[in-house]
């Protein structure tokens, strides 16, 4: 059974850090693409970042380049998002999806965790 468990979201202030993970588990994450997603209140899903499962290339949505980064460790199952430098626009409920290649569109995206609440306030 497919699996993806996020954790790590929280309160932080502007200018903050946090590291999000996600495991997988019930199947190869080598084999895959993984993306992270964001949900605000009242807006769509949006793409954050992507990671590629052949050579690791990486993308980032303009709002949130040079601020996160996306990597992953295939011995532990598990892709990391570590954002820095937060913003109160980057607080939604944040998402990690499995799908065959990487791409801004959810639909694209077979596998969800449940997601993380993360919430950058003063």
């Known amino acids: 059974q497919v699996q993806l468990v996020e954790s790590g979201g929280g309160l932080v202030q502007p200018g903050g850090s946090l590291r999000l993970s996600c495991a997988a588990s019930g199947f190869a994450l080598d084999a895959y693409a993984m993306g992270w997603f964001r949900q605000a209140p009242g807006k769509e899903r949006e793409g954050v970042s992507c990671?590629?499962?052949?050579?690791?290339?990486?993308y980032y949505a303009d709002s949130v380049k040079g601020r996160f980064t996306i990597s992953r460790d295939n011995a532990k199952s598990t892709v990391y998002l570590q954002m820095n430098s937060l913003k109160p626009e980057d607080t939604a409920v944040y998402y990690c999806a499995a799908g065959f290649t990487c791409s801004w569109f959810p639909a694209d995206f077979a596998s969800w965790g449940q997601g993380t609440q993360v919430t950058v306030s003063s």
């Open positions: 990671i590629s499962y052949s050579d690791g290339d990486t």
